[in-house]
């Protein structure tokens, strides 16, 4: 004969009372140093890595978009500012010998003289 005691007891009861312990134990910790874990998680989240496949960081993105958007908007002021300016040359250009008008004029010509075949650019050469 046997002096063994067998005590069940229910599984989900064991696992309440483990997380009971775990979730005492995490709220104890965050208490001890609470301005240091906050530290080490905005040091981690500034460099946490966009992807595995890139160097770039969340916060470089951010910054690389701002920097983007201040530079369109003072593109768009400086346009503004300049726009009779830039308006008098683009006219200038469009009206000189080696202006749009005289480039597409050549282009013609020289497509419908040879291979009936035009193709026209804008820009330099």
């Known amino acids: 004969m046997s002096d063994a005691i067998a005590i069940q007891i229910p599984g989900n009861s064991v696992a309440q009372i483990v997380n009971a312990q775990i979730k005492l134990a995490v709220a104890e910790s965050l208490q001890k140093n609470p301005d240091g874990l906050i530290n080490r998680i905005v040091d981690e ?61 050549e282009r013609l010509i020289a497509g419908l003289s040879q291979n009936m075949s035009v193709t026209v650019y804008i820009g330099k050469e």
Do not use: C, F
């Open 45 to 105: 989240a500034l460099r946490q890595k966009k992807d595995s496949y890139h160097g770039e960081t969340y916060l470089d993105e951010a910054i690389k978009a701002m920097i983007k958007d201040a530079a369109k908007d003072a593109l768009k002021e400086w346009i503004e500012a300049n726009r009779p300016k830039i308006h008098r040359q683009l006219l200038a250009n469009l009206k000189s010998v080696d202006g749009l008008v005289a480039k597409v004029a």
